[in-house]
């Protein structure tokens, strides 16, 4: 069973910026695309970005505008998560995630059912 661990989360003011980090176990970590969802108390799981296996192509959710960057760095085992410009309504527990299918072609990255593997989670809060 893969592990993912999250790291970069924190308590920052409106404005600031953050990069995530989700570092994998398992094997092949080349071979899958990458996701990050978040959670707020009382709101459903969002996606949030992802990236595909090859790093060629990015998805973002329609919130985000250009204020973040996935990117994935392959002989860390690491996909990352730059925040930029943050804002109180995106605090929350961020979760990335493992696409289920390897070389993935498809286009169903921002449904969370496409993943079969989550990290622990990394809260982030912004003030305002």
């Known amino acids: 069973q893969v592990q993912l661990v999250e790291s970069g989360g924190g308590l920052v003011q409106a404005g600031d910026s953050l990069k995530l980090s989700c570092t994998s176990s398992?094997?092949?970590?080349?071979?899958?695309?990458w996701g990050w969802f978040r959670q707020a108390p009382g709101k459903e799981r969002e996606f949030v970005a992802a990236?595909?296996?090859?790093?060629?192509?990015?998805y973002y959710g329609t919130f985000v505008k250009g204020r973040f960057t996935v990117s994935r760095e392959n002989a860390k085992n690491t996909v990352y998560l730059q925040m930029n410009s943050l804002k109180p309504d995106d605090t929350a527990t961020y979760y990335c995630?493992?696409?289920?299918?390897?070389?993935?072609?498809?286009?169903?990255?921002?449904?969370?059912?496409?993943?079969?593997?989550w990290g622990q989670g990394t809260q982030v809060t912004v003030s305002s």
């Open positions: 990236i595909s296996w090859s790093g060629s192509s990015t």
């Open positions: 398992g094997r092949s970590f080349s071979e899958y695309p």
């Open positions: 995630a493992r696409l289920r299918i390897t070389r993935y072609t498809g286009n169903y990255y921002s449904d969370s059912d496409e993943y079969d593997s």
